[in-house]
């Protein structure tokens, strides 16, 4: 955190991965650079603004990185409202009712974004899900809720 007026150096940096786009800004304090401001001369910054074309190597080392990534995956299975009466009298063996249809498929969400819709069941002793249908525009889905 610095005041309001010290000088900075924005950093702006665009990231593509694959099909997704987005931007990363650095915003750093300029005294941070006052250690190290013999290694930024003028030479340093002849290479800026020129771009790097990718590599089949540097592609294949990324994609390969992108595959090993582990996301977070989320459905629900589902939900209800009850009055603060009914919960404070919930007791072992209780059943709760929910608006959701025992057959109907479940939404699965990826980092956030709706992605398949599925069916729950077991899967070696394991609760599990099973994929019914890939959501290829989750801006619908988005929309409606």
Do not use: H
């Not at 991965?17 to 290694?39: D, H, M, Q, T």
């Not at 992108?66 to 919960?87: D, F, H, I, P, S």
């Not at 069941?121 to 599990?128: D, I, L, N, Q, V």
């Amino acid at each position: 955190i610095v005041p309001p007026n010290e000088v900075v150096v924005l950093v702006c940096f665009e990231v593509a991965l694959i099909e997704v786009r987005g931007i990363i800004n650095l915003c750093i304090p300029y005294n941070s650079f006052e250690r190290i401001g013999a290694k930024l001369g003028s030479t340093s910054w002849m290479t800026y603004g020129s771009r790097k074309q990718a590599t089949p190597q540097s592609i294949k080392k990324i994609s390969k990185s992108v595959r090993n990534m582990k996301v977070g995956l989320k459905t629900k299975l589902a939900q209800t409202k009850m009055r603060m009466r009914e919960l404070l009298s919930l007791r072992v063996g209780d059943v709760i009712c929910t608006e959701k249809p025992v057959d109907s498929l479940l939404l699965v969400s990826v980092e956030g974004i709706p992605k398949y819709w599925a069916r729950p069941g077991t899967y070696k002793g394991y609760t599990a899900i099973q994929i019914e249908e890939i959501i290829e525009d989750p801006t619908d889905i988005i929309a409606q809720d």
